[in-house]
């Protein structure tokens, strides 16, 4: 065809075209140079609307994410390479990448029509995945679906490759493992392990590994029969492989029925092979993970006995020189020797000896799971005596690291070799070890000071051990952690106070210290645990006289109390500690019960103050004699003590001495043998020494001493009082007094004095416990105004009397032996502490109105001859006819009992 002239036409051609333009405005489509002449020719034919192809050069990256919106073939994979190689340079890519909004076009090309652009798509998505960013607006817009569909065989093997290590690369995330599990992607990933390509296998199985943390992906891979095919990965060329594979089995190896695969499989010989094999080194760290997992079956454990494996186990982590090999072997005798089958597999095998040969490491990883192993191990009886003998001194040495991982261990470990161990216990003492464990009471870590605390409570057991730790101040140390905010420390701890505190010597130097004031603070604690142990570690303090009394004073009868009121709070112990509170302040439980038990021995320094108000508490002995006159009751003292200025008792509560220890509350005085009334107990009295200090004199049954309390004692006859009783002062001291301030003693009862005298001459001679109660109720009504007819007793001007005394003596405290006219409940008190210096046994019991009244157990006819008869309660009158006894229950007894 010629050249075009210019026709009519030619302006609907370029309009049919789309050209707005008049043909002279258009550059020149082609330009031939000939003889130097130019020559413009322009050519239309009918294929001037197809576009030849055009080769387009770019080095915008914003240009190829342009191109992924073309709709020719061509293009979208050259510009999906364009950017495969763009992305794979480094992260600021990806980031630039997905910044153009380069994902949402290309996650619709991962299912292009077109193999190649399918192709070059997932290579971009498989190396963008790699980005935390790309991955999370990969779950957005829900490309997996189509990643999994790319996993089918007849894709490409490059397909394959980037798909995988794009689901590798999500499979970092829960909800895509979970969203992976849905699509049934494991089956595919699985399928894929027999790839021929290595990084097909490489991504697959790095995916599985994955997806093997979660427990529905675990028991999906055994189901789909994946152990053959990762064993077989074992074997391959490359360690990545064979590394990843190794960890996906351990992984699945956590589930029962997938160790009994390995075990169908025999996963153990080719683990034993890969630790035997020096060139795979590298690998023996997981392998032994496997077979840790795996040991947790007595089945496996049989077989690797069977095999000789077992011993090359623990032979080859005592040899190997790599930490992490020797942790994992100790961690495989952990998981393995929770069970009993398989603690006796190991002891067979002498794995004690590995184990501690292993604490002599450098490593502390080493240490803490070789400890760890020690721990499990010592459930078998046959172990501890190992350890006995062969590790107790290394673990005492490694409660001094610096490591607090290594300290938790040991102690631990020390604390399940001692527990129902008595020898372990003393064999901790012996390597020193007691003097360490109480320096951990002030231990930063938590779990440390709970173990050693366990291992302090196992080793109190025994008194020559407690005694040890006493001498080392453990009384003081563990007030420290009785300030911790860990729940789990105050119970242990509490714990151990319980333990320890069986002495006064213990009791003292605990309450020295200030261990009680935080030790009543754990009663508000709203830890069951905490709660019930603070209450055990009170009853036993409360087991003498000062403790009781302090711990009255810092509230806690109060609170034991209030715990005892509530269903949900109270607990054996707490009923236990108030009781114990009570039965060693026995004011308190007069004042509280309104009772004293035969075994309720009244000492000096007991005061009958009457009743109070149940939320009232009840004032010292010092601060009611330094009240101003009142009309209110009369305070009743007993106390035959004269004042000891070497003794100090800052407590509010008045301390009944002790002037033995036989007549200490919480000795033998205070016997089942009192509360029966038996004939034949021995007297307090026989228990007691010669006079001194202003006490009752010393008397018995046979002989007695006529010996009566001198107020004028010599200077040098106190001194010597005062060497007697050097071992005594230290306990009940509590502070020096200050010099400007002259310590307080109660009044010492010269009458009552003399009763006791003049009972102790008259009554213990007689033969018969009978004979003695009515002598003694007759002494009493004979000191205390005679007897009383029940129609003359409004006329008994007792009041008077009363009021005269607390006149005369500017108090309203009054020494027992001053009443000269007493009702009920002076003769009632009376009664009871001349009787519990005489050793008959008897009860006080208080009613309203000023009633009180003693029972005593009796055998009220003669047995026959070769039995024995049952004793009898017995109400002691007072009051009417002094010595009636009247039977429990009778209506003259209840007569006299109420009004």
């Not at 829900?142 to 996993?151: E, V, Y």
């Not at 372990?424 to 109480?438: H, K, R, T």
Request: one cysteine or more.
């Amino acid at each position: 065809m010629g050249d075009i002239r210019e026709s009519p036409n030619r302006m609907w051609h370029y309009h049919s075209q789309g050209l707005t333009k008049p043909i002279s405005a258009l550059p020149p489509p082609h330009v031939n140079v000939v003889c130097g002449k130019v020559r413009r020719k322009l050519t239309l034919r009918v294929e001037c609307q197809t576009f030849d192809s055009l080769a387009i050069e770019s080095k915008n990256a914003e240009t190829a994410v342009l191109m992924l919106q073309s709709p020719e073939e061509e293009v979208l994979a050259k510009a999906c390479d364009a950017l495969y190689r763009f992305a794979r340079k480094g992260d600021e890519n990806k980031l630039k990448l997905l910044g153009l909004g380069a994902l949402e076009s290309l996650s619709k090309l991962i299912s292009h029509e077109d193999k190649i652009v399918r192709r070059n798509a997932t290579m971009v998505c498989g190396i963008m995945a790699a980005n935390n960013d790309v991955r999370k607006l990969i779950q957005k817009l829900d490309i997996l679906p189509s990643l999994i569909a790319r996993l089918a065989p007849e894709e490409e093997v490059v397909i394959h490759e980037f798909a995988t290590l794009c689901l590798a690369h999500m499979a970092v995330e829960y909800t895509s493992k979970a969203r992976i599990f849905e699509l049934n992607g494991l089956e595919n990933l699985i399928r894929l392990l027999g790839s021929p390509d290595p990084d097909v296998k490489k991504n697959s199985v790095e995916c599985i590994y994955l997806l093997a943390q979660d427990f529905q992906s675990r028991c999906a891979i055994c189901e789909h029969n994946a152990v053959p095919a990762l064993l077989e990965l074992l074997t391959s060329d490359y360690p990545l492989i064979q590394l990843l594979s190794l960890k996906a089995l351990c992984s699945i190896s956590c589930e029962a029925e997938c160790r009994l695969a390995l075990k169908d499989n025999q996963a153990l010989d080719h683990l034993i092979k890969i630790l035997e094999a020096k060139e795979l080194n590298d690998l023996h760290v997981e392998a032994l993970l496997i077979i840790a997992n795996c040991l947790e079956d007595v089945d496996a454990v049989q077989l690797l006995l069977q095999s000789g494996g077992l011993r090359k186990i623990l032979t080859f982590a005592e040899m190997s020189p790599l930490p992490d090999i020797q942790r994992n072997a100790a961690k495989a005798i952990t998981k393995s020797a929770h069970s009993a089958e398989n603690r006796k597999f190991f002891h067979e095998q002498d794995a004690e000896k590995t184990l501690v040969n292993l604490l002599l490491t450098e490593n502390d990883g080493v240490k803490v799971a070789a400890l760890q192993a020690i721990s499990v191990m010592c459930a078998n009886a046959a172990s501890k005596d190992v350890f006995n003998k062969h590790g107790i001194p290394q673990m005492i040495n490694l409660l001094s690291k610096d490591s607090a991982d290594v300290r938790e261990a040991a102690t631990f470990a020390l604390a399940n070799l001692t527990a129902d161990c008595p020898i372990n216990a003393s064999a901790v003492a012996e390597a020193d070890g007691i003097e360490a464990l109480i320096n951990l009471m002030s231990d930063k870590k938590d779990e440390v000071i709970s173990n050693a605390c366990t291992v302090l409570i196992s080793m109190a057991t025994q008194e020559s051990l407690r005694l040890i730790m006493l001498a080392h101040g453990v009384m003081q140390a563990v007030v420290v952690p009785l300030q911790s905010p860990n729940n789990l420390v105050l119970s242990k701890v509490a714990l151990t106070v319980a333990a320890l505190a069986c002495n006064v010597d213990a009791r003292t130097e605990f309450r020295n210290a200030g261990g009680l004031a935080h030790l009543v603070k754990l009663l508000h604690s709203n830890h069951d645990e905490v709660r019930r142990n603070a209450c055990w570690a009170i009853a036993v303090c409360a087991n003498d006289d000062l403790t009781a009394a302090e711990l009255y004073r810092l509230g806690a009868f109060n609170i034991l109390q209030e715990i005892n009121l509530s269903t949900r709070r109270q607990n054996t112990f707490s009923k236990l500690a108030e009781n114990k509170m009570l039965d060693n302040n026995l004011s308190l439980k007069y004042n509280q019960k309104g009772y004293l038990s035969y075994s309720n021995l009244i000492n000096d320094g007991f005061y009958d103050h009457g009743q109070i108000k149940p939320e009232a508490k009840l004032p010292s002995l010092e601060e009611l004699s330094k009240q101003e006159l009142n009309q209110n009751r009369a305070v009743i003292l007993v106390n035959t003590q004269f004042p000891e200025p070497a003794v100090s008792s800052p407590l509010p509560l008045e301390e009944k001495s002790e002037p033995n220890p036989g007549r200490s509350p919480s000795s033998q005085s205070r016997s089942a043998s009192r509360e029966k009334g038996s004939i034949n107990a021995q007297s307090p009295v026989d228990e007691k020494q010669d006079t001194h200090t202003g006490r009752s004199p010393s008397l018995s049954r046979s002989g007695l001493k006529d010996r009566t309390p001198s107020k004028g004692k010599s200077k040098a006859k106190k001194e010597e009082e005062k060497t007697k009783e050097e071992d005594e002062v230290p306990q009940i001291q509590i502070q020096e007094p200050s010099a400007d301030k002259t310590q307080w003693f109660p009044p010492c009862d010269q009458e009552l004095n003399d009763y006791i005298s003049e009972a102790s001459k008259t009554i213990l001679p007689l033969p018969h416990l009978k004979e003695q109660v009515v002598a003694l109720a007759q002494l009493v009504a004979a000191k205390m105004g005679g007897s009383i007819e029940r129609s003359q007793l409004h006329d008994f001007s007792w009041e008077l009397h009363i009021g005269e005394l607390k006149y005369e003596l500017k108090c309203n405290v009054i020494p027992i032996g001053k009443i000269k006219k007493g009702i009920f409940y002076h003769r009632a008190l009376l009664f009871k502490a001349i009787a519990d210096r005489l050793g008959i046994g008897c009860c006080l019991i208080r009613a309203d109105y000023g009633r009180a009244w003693n029972e005593v157990k009796l055998l009220d006819v003669s047995p026959q001859k070769g039995t024995r008869g049952q004793p009898e309660t017995f109400i002691v009158d007072l009051m009417h006819q002094p010595g009636h006894l009247m039977k429990h229950g009778s209506a003259e007894a209840d007569n006299y009992q109420h009004i």
